[in-house]
């Protein structure tokens, strides 16, 4: 069984940055194809895709709204996946999860992952 923690979330102004981490227990079990995900989801609105990762080839995957604002990254080492949110703005305002699966997909669909952290919330004001 897959378990994310994400950690990172906060208050922040309109122009502003922030880091989320996702911490995960890879492998404490086989899963040779890993992907991770962020989705968001805003008071509201249907969940989202932001971003994906593939961590057998590096390649990544970005919502058009986040794109050159926002870069994915993970650390094989350390076991977890990182989004660096620059240039925020109050739209980007929402409750961000971390998700994975293990065959490898970076698919903008939710429904493809089958595991899921908790969320962090992230509040950009205006």
């Known amino acids: 069984q897959v378990q994310l923690v994400e950690s990172g979330g906060g208050l922040v102004q309109a122009g502003g940055s922030l880091r989320l981490s996702c911490a995960t227990n890879?492998?404490?079990?086989?899963?040779?194809?890993?992907?991770t995900g962020w989705f968001r989801q805003a008071p509201g609105k249907d969940r989202e895709f932001v971003a994906a990762?593939?961590?057998?080839?590096?390649?990544?995957r970005y919502a058009d709204s986040v794109k050159g604002r926002f870069t994915i990254s993970r650390d094989n080492a350390q076991n977890t996946q990182y989004l660096q949110m620059n240039i925020l703005e109050p739209e980007d305002t929402a409750v961000y999860y971390c998700?994975?699966?293990?065959?490898?997909?970076?698919?903008?669909?939710?429904?493809?992952?089958?595991?899921w952290g908790q969320g962090t919330q992230v509040t950009v004001s205006s």
């Open positions: 998700a994975a699966n293990c065959r490898g997909l970076m698919t903008m669909s939710g429904a493809e992952y089958a595991y």
């Open positions: 890879r492998r404490t079990f086989s899963c040779l194809r890993y992907a």
């Open positions: 990762i593939s961590w057998y080839d590096s390649r990544t």
